[in-house]
């Protein structure tokens, strides 16, 4: 070993070697002993071999760097700083759960392009955006296959129907439709759907109308944000009726071409 152990002071050179595989143990008492001194900030510290900490190490500052070619830390590893690298081929990690943005008070203004990133002749990046709330991926999906999720209405459309894209693209009113109404389309009751779509971004959403008996009402008119659109529709004319004893399905992709400014196209099925 390089250097000597005096008292509870280590002198040496700006390199200690420890080679473990020979049984050297160190206790340290670090209520009473700080490493941080002997090992001061041009000194390195490689230990060769298994090395094995059976209580939590703290380098208070001083320590240049660690170089252990194997180590098991059986207690909490804390590390501090801006950046760390782990240069490995594989990462395993046998938690079930890893946290990112982590802080004592999270919010989503903090999680704001959080995420990871692959690096390759372009970065490949999967983010989360407190502007659109949702996670933005920069590149194709390779998926085999989708389940959405429909949410379930067992209250009548009424008047003016609201349908608010972040909880969900489909919706399901199951109750009997009782007049003609309005459909109003936002984000949701705080966020604006022009706040979540940039200028050639589209969206599209699909209710289903249910016409119990012979009323046929239907949609007579639309908006986005609470402003009236006008959309184009499905064989060039709007519809002036619903089917009676039948769901009617409306469906509609919604293009924003500028700022509160859409293109919408408009479609009615019935299904009986």
């Known amino acids: 070993m390089a250097g000597k152990i005096r008292a509870d002071i280590i002198q040496g050179d700006t390199s200690l070697k420890l ?11 670090a209520t009473k002993y700080n490493i941080a001194q002997p090992l001061n900030v041009q000194s390195t510290m490689t230990v060769v071999g298994a090395a094995t900490f059976t209580a939590v190490p703290t380098f208070s500052g001083g320590l240049g760097s660690i170089t252990v070619t194997n180590a098991t830390v ?7 700083g801006d950046t760390t690298t ?30 990871i990133t692959i690096k390759g002749d372009s970065d490949k990046t999967f983010t989360w955006s407190n502007t659109t709330k949702c996670f933005t991926v ?10 959405e999720t429909v949410t379930s209405n067992s209250t ?20 009997n439709v009782a007049a003609n109404w309005t459909l109003n389309v936002r984000g949701n009751s705080s966020i604006s759907l022009d706040s979540i779509m940039n200028a050639n ?55 924003k071409t500028a700022a509160n400014t859409y293109t919408v196209l408009g479609s009615q099925t019935q299904y009986a």
């Open 19 to 29: 080679n473990v595989g020979e049984t050297t143990i160190i206790t340290v008492d």
């Open 74 to 80: 059986s207690g909490n590893l804390t590390v501090e």
């Open 138 to 147: 920069n590149q194709g999906l390779d998926i085999e296959h989708v389940i």
């Open 156 to 175: 009548a459309i009424n008047a003016n129907t609201t349908i608010n894209v972040l909880d969900g693209a489909v919706s399901h009113y199951t109750a």
């Open 201 to 255: 971004d589209s969206i599209t959403i699909a209710y289903l109308a249910t016409q119990l008996s012979s009323n046929t009402f239907y949609q007579s008119a639309m908006q986005i944000d609470g402003t009236s659109v006008t959309p184009k529709w499905q064989g060039g004319t709007a519809p002036s009726a619903g089917n009676a004893t039948s769901i009617d399905l409306y469906s509609f992709t919604i293009l």
């Open 86 to 115: 782990v240069n490995v081929s594989t990462l395993a990690v046998e938690d079930k759960n890893i946290e990112i943005a982590k802080s004592s008070s999270p919010t989503d203004t903090l999680a704001d392009g959080a995420g």
